[in-house]
């Protein structure tokens, strides 16, 4: 199984919206697990609309995460049945998806 990459921005925008934090608690609930691993970004383009987090090759897009949400996004990626309804896959996915394919090409040509 290939190494799900979580890509955090902490670029300006983010930051001010708690980016930061929500990374910090990217890496607690990930813990050591060889199958994902959380890395920073400088920044996805889509600034006013962070906390933004993207998880390669899944190539799914988190927009507008708070610290809250990051128990939800882990345990989806572990494939667990997320808590809540609408599942935070819905609920954060609010991004132009002309920029979500732009930003993929990028990440599908290493760009990271
Ligand atoms: S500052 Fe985060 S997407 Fe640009």
Same mark, same amino acid.
């Given at each position: 199984?290939?190494?799900?990459?979580i890509f955090v921005c902490q670029n300006v925008d983010c930051r001010v919206r708690q980016a930061a934090e929500v990374m910090e608690k990217l890496q607690q609930e990930a813990g050591p697990d060889e199958r994902m691993e959380v890395r920073s970004y400088m920044c996805f383009g889509a600034c006013h609309e962070g906390p933004n987090? &993207?998880? *390669?090759?899944?190539? &799914?897009? *988190?927009a507008g995460v708070k610290p809250e949400d990051v128990a939800e996004i882990i345990a989806s990626l572990r494939g667990g049945q997320p808590p809540g309804h609408p599942s935070?896959?819905?609920r954060l996915d609010t991004i132009d998806p002309?920029?979500?394919?732009?930003?993929?090409?990028?990440?599908?040509a290493g760009l990271y």
């Open positions: 199984m290939e190494k799900k990459l987090v &993207v998880v *390669y090759p899944d190539k &799914v897009w *988190y935070t896959l819905e002309g920029l979500k394919a732009m930003i993929f090409q990028l990440l599908d």
